[in-house]
């Protein structure tokens, strides 16, 4: 749904613009992940990721989220989260990253919006990237065990692509659960 808004947006550009037969060929880089880490008696770990990449006659799209929590009770009950993105031959990229930390958990999410205009080269990209942290006075409960997670869904659609994605996800009894992902996705 947000891709057929950015390819709306791009048809409008291009409409406006009057080059829609003057179009450059399009090439996006666009890395996206993150890292669970929970280290006590009980501990959960997960990573779940989505992203897509895609290319149309008005431009590239790209659109991405990614969810990584950590929560741990008994023990040592440490708590970590991490996320990145990175984008590169887009005209405008957008990224939010939200950081989350309670007593004995942490959460990062971040979001990814990043566009590459087949009609127009604007020599260089418009990134706006809020980052924030907030630390709450909350203590998660933790179910038995150690428990490990990773869950993603990443799609490119056009010629010339490619995807690769890398998981990870490790729990150990009574100790430390960790869950990891990072996609990278490229047109042209």
Do not use: K
């Amino acid at each position: 749904m947000v891709v057929d808004y950015l390819e709306h947006l791009a048809e409008t550009v291009a409409g406006a613009l009057g080059a829609a037969s003057e179009q450059s060929p399009s090439a996006m880089d666009v890395e996206i992940g993150g890292t669970a880490e929970a280290g006590g008696e009980h501990t959960r770990a997960s990573a779940d990721l989505t992203a897509e990449l895609s290319d149309t006659d008005y431009g590239s799209f790209a659109v991405g989220s990614g969810t990584f929590f950590a929560a741990a009770e008994g023990g040592a009950e440490t708590a970590a989260t991490n996320a990145y993105c990175d984008v590169e031959g887009a005209d405008f990229v957008f990224t939010r990253t939200t950081t989350t930390t309670g007593e004995n958990w942490s959460e990062t999410r971040t979001q990814l919006i990043a566009v590459d205009f087949a009609c127009i080269d604007t020599g260089s990209t418009l990134m706006i990237t809020p980052e924030s942290s907030y630390l709450l006075d909350s203590y998660q409960q933790v179910e038995s065990g150690n428990v490990a997670t990773v869950n993603f869904d990443v799609a490119v659609s056009a010629t010339h692509t490619d995807a690769d994605v890398s998981t990870g996800a490790i729990a150990i009894e009574d100790t430390y659960s960790g869950s990891s992902i990072d996609a990278s996705l490229a047109i042209g």
